[in-house]
């Protein structure tokens, strides 16, 4: 079965330090990865995709992704946090076939940044 | 830039009410997407729509349905709820079935069933 996972429910970082989230996925064939961002009573925000190319994804508000196949593993990251970060996070997985593409969803992973 | 519409912004049913959601997508954007999410889960697929025709079925419960109009504007129909049903139900568009393209969102229809 195709799956996403996101083994934290929620990561604690202080501001201005480096923080990550992790993400793991097992898809059949290649995979198409996306992060999105909720803020509370939100919907939600594009942040970035891998489609195919280089595995370092760039995206919005600082924020980048690495691809490592040999882990299926797409992992969100960002240099310096903000506190203005502290949303939910969602890797999310494209799947189908032409005609029909979704996506599966992460459980979510709570970033909250401490000042 | 325009978004994502989605009407009513939040909802309040009794139980065995129906309750209707609409969804306007993108100007352009061909392809509707509803999503489901439960308090504190992730969300959901539970269809999906292309050029007016149905695309794909997630976990939709028989007790719902959608259509897609000519406009592209989407309403998912919800009949007999249930106190389950009360969720976040977002719906996201995009501009073909092309997988390279991601799925912009909504911000959400807040369905309460009491």
């Known amino acids: 079965a195709q799956s996403v996972a996101q083994p934290e429910d929620q990561v604690n970082v202080a501001e201005g330090n480096p923080l990550t989230v992790k993400c793991t996925y097992s898809?059949?064939?290649?995979?198409?990865l996306f992060w999105y961002v909720q803020y509370p009573n939100r919907g939600l925000q594009f942040l970035l995709k891998?489609?195919?190319?280089?595995?370092l994804v760039k995206g919005s508000y600082g924020f980048e992704a690495e691809f490592n196949k040999s882990q299926t593993s797409f992992h969100l990251k960002k240099p310096s946090a903000l506190v203005s970060d502290s949303a939910l996070y969602f890797c999310?997985?494209?799947?189908?076939?032409?005609?029909?593409?979704?996506?599966?969803f992460g459980t979510g992973t709570r970033l909250k940044v401490l000042a | 830039a325009a978004g994502v519409i989605q009407s009513p912004r939040h909802l309040i049913k009794e139980k065995r009410e129906t309750a209707t959601l609409k969804c306007y997508p993108i100007?352009?954007?061909?392809?509707v997407y509803w999503y489901q999410q439960g308090p504190g889960q992730d969300p959901q697929f539970l269809i999906s729509?292309?050029?007016?025709?149905?695309?794909d079925k997630g976990s939709i419960p028989d007790r719902f349905s959608a259509q897609q109009f000519s406009d592209y504007h989407s309403e998912l129909n919800m009949s007999s709820l249930e106190l389950g049903d009360s969720a976040l139900y977002f719906c996201?568009?995009?501009?073909?079935?092309?997988?390279?393209?991601?799925?912009?969102f909504g911000p959400g229809t807040r369905l309460t069933v009491t």
């Open positions: 996201a568009s995009s501009p073909g079935l092309t997988v390279e393209f991601e799925q912009y």
């Open positions: 898809v059949s064939g290649n995979p198409y």
């Open positions: 891998y489609i195919t190319g280089d595995n």
């Open positions: 999310a997985v494209r799947v189908g076939n032409s005609g029909t593409y979704k996506y599966i």
């Open positions: 100007p352009r954007h061909d392809t």
């Open positions: 729509f292309y050029e007016k025709m149905q695309s």
